[in-house]
């Protein structure tokens, strides 16, 4: 074998390598085991998250509007240098549902926001107030309330 091509294998072993643990996934926030109809999830996550600033296309996955890591009277999501948005998804295609919380921190760089990472902390406070949303609108709640036989 020549000197180039035992290079370029190496090469190309360590940067397969670098790929793989760079993405590494990270620790999820969620609530598993979601026993309400889609309706109820997404009632208490438009409770809990206000307006969305994006819908997808099945009502399955929420964006937040940006927000601030801190509490600001006048914050201004185009001017802040950090902002942060909540991106919540329903997983799963009938019932137990799990529900996915993840808070995207981003920073400006220039006139544009680069993501930065992800906030732990805030995605947990969503997670149980999404929680706690869904436990007090099954005090009201009756059996028949889930079903819809007309």
């Given at each position: 074998?020549?000197?180039?091509?035992?290079?370029?294998?190496?090469?190309?072993?360590?940067?397969?390598?670098?790929?793989?643990?760079?993405?590494?996934?990270?620790?999820?926030?969620?609530?598993?085991?979601?026993?309400?109809?889609?309706?109820?999830?997404?009632?208490?996550?438009?409770?809990?998250?206000?307006?969305?600033?994006?819908?997808?296309?099945?009502?399955?996955?929420?964006?937040?509007?940006?927000?601030?890591?801190?509490?600001?009277?006048k914050f201004d999501p185009s001017t802040a240098k950090e902002r942060q948005f909540a991106r919540i998804t329903i997983l799963g295609d009938r019932r137990p549902y799990i529900i996915d919380v993840a808070v995207f921190v981003e920073k400006r760089v220039g006139q544009?926001?680069?993501?930065?990472?992800?906030?732990?902390?805030?995605?947990?406070?969503?997670?149980?107030?999404?929680?706690?949303?869904?436990?007090?609108?099954?005090?009201?709640?009756?059996?028949?309330?889930?079903?819809?036989?007309?």
């Amino acid at each position: 074998m020549t000197s180039f091509y035992k290079k370029f294998v190496f090469s190309v072993g360590i940067f397969f390598i670098f790929v793989c643990l760079g993405c590494q996934t990270a620790p999820k926030i969620q609530l598993e085991e979601q026993d309400r109809s889609l309706a109820d999830l997404r009632k208490a996550i438009l409770s809990v998250m206000g307006e969305p600033r994006h819908v997808s296309e099945n009502q399955r996955e929420y964006y937040s509007q940006y927000f601030s890591r801190v509490a600001i009277d006048k914050f201004d999501p185009s001017t802040a240098k950090e902002r942060q948005f909540a991106r919540i998804t329903i997983l799963g295609d009938r019932r137990p549902y799990i529900i996915d919380v993840a808070v995207f921190v981003e920073k400006r760089v220039g006139q544009q926001y680069q993501t930065s990472g992800l906030d732990k902390s805030s995605a947990l406070q969503i997670r149980k107030d999404i929680k706690n949303k869904l436990v007090q609108g099954q005090d009201g709640m009756n059996v028949i309330d889930d079903f819809r036989a007309f």
